[in-house]
């Protein structure tokens, strides 16, 4: 079954949604507050995408585009997106929200990075992560996992 991935508007009603998320935090408090404070009106860029069930949220994730001067994770170095707070509602699991939403920001063709959560890994590998090996005194406690699209590939140091 495939899912329509949205691209999620800066507004009251996404926000509220938000708070049914387990990773609600600073990042969605403050667009509410740039909302409050009118530095965003309605509608405004959000790096959050989602997929509605009828007129509910339940899965989103949130994607960056991280300029290939910061990347410390791909060889050679590249711009890439960094893929955060993936979540699918309780009720919605097990039935291709999260991986509508991974393979919707695999489609953008950029490598990608994200940070799993405790018992995911089994997820990410099935969508086609793999463990980033690197120098351990840049580990900051991340498990960074990555995915390379078609034809870019890690090259050996």
């Known amino acids: 079954m495939s899912y329509q991935v949205e691209k999620l508007m800066v507004n009251y009603k996404t926000l509220e949604e938000f708070k049914r998320f387990r990773e609600y935090g600073l990042q969605e408090l403050s667009m509410f507050e740039d909302l409050e404070a009118n530095i965003i009106e309605n509608n405004s860029e959000s790096p959050f995408y989602g997929v509605y069930f009828g007129d509910k949220l339940v899965a989103r994730m949130s994607l960056y585009r991280v300029e290939k001067k910061y990347d410390r994770y791909f060889e050679p170095a590249q711009d890439y997106f960094e893929l955060w707070k993936l979540e699918v509602l309780a009720d ?66």
Do not use: C
């Open 92 to 157: 919605y699991q097990h039935k291709g929200y999260g991986k509508a939403l991974v393979e919707y920001a695999k489609s953008l063709g950029l490598p990608i990075k994200t940070n799993p959560r405790v018992k995911s890994d089994e997820f990410w590998s099935k969508m086609g992560f793999t463990s980033v090996h690197y120098d351990m005194e840049r580990d900051r406690g991340e498990n960074p996992l990555v995915w390379y699209p078609e034809g870019v590939k890690e090259q050996s140091h």
